[in-house]
């Protein structure tokens, strides 16, 4: 719909990523969190990946920043288990943290593959 000056308006502003960063900041903290309680490799690194593809699926155009997010914010996790649930945070657990930025490299970078496989097998009509 033009405006008074007789121009069309110009194109809506593209979605905030808001949510996806605070969802992202929430997976870091809760893999975090599970990686102390449970304390098992495997399975922060396919939290981490899983999380960082699920991101990178939802949100496609950058997704270094889903790679670089999510274990950023394992740390927290780290000092939250220890805090609320009691748990002791050994050296491992803090060199894991520094590991998972493989894995969430893997997941982000497929996470945005298949975003882009699926636009281009079936297309918007």
């Known amino acids: 719909m033009p ?7 110009p194109a809506p502003a ?6 996806h960063y605070l969802a992202g900041m929430a997976c870091g903290t809760l893999v975090g969190y599970v990686a102390v309680r449970v304390e098992d490799l495997l399975l922060t690194a396919v939290l981490v990946a899983s999380s960082c593809m699920l991101l990178a699926f939802l949100r496609p155009a950058h997704p270094w920043r889903w790679a670089l997010l999510v274990p950023a914010f394992i740390p927290i996790g780290l ?3 220890h805090k609320l649930a009691g748990q002791r945070v050994t050296h491992l657990g803090i060199s894991e943290a520094f590991f998972a930025l493989f894995p969430s490299i893997a997941g982000a970078v497929l996470g945005a593959v298949m975003r882009r496989v699926i636009r281009e097998l079936w297309p918007e009509k």
């Open 14 to 19: 593209p979605k905030s990523s808001l949510f």
């Open 79 to 81: 000092i939250l288990a």
């Open 3 to 9: 405006d008074n000056s007789g121009t069309p308006n």
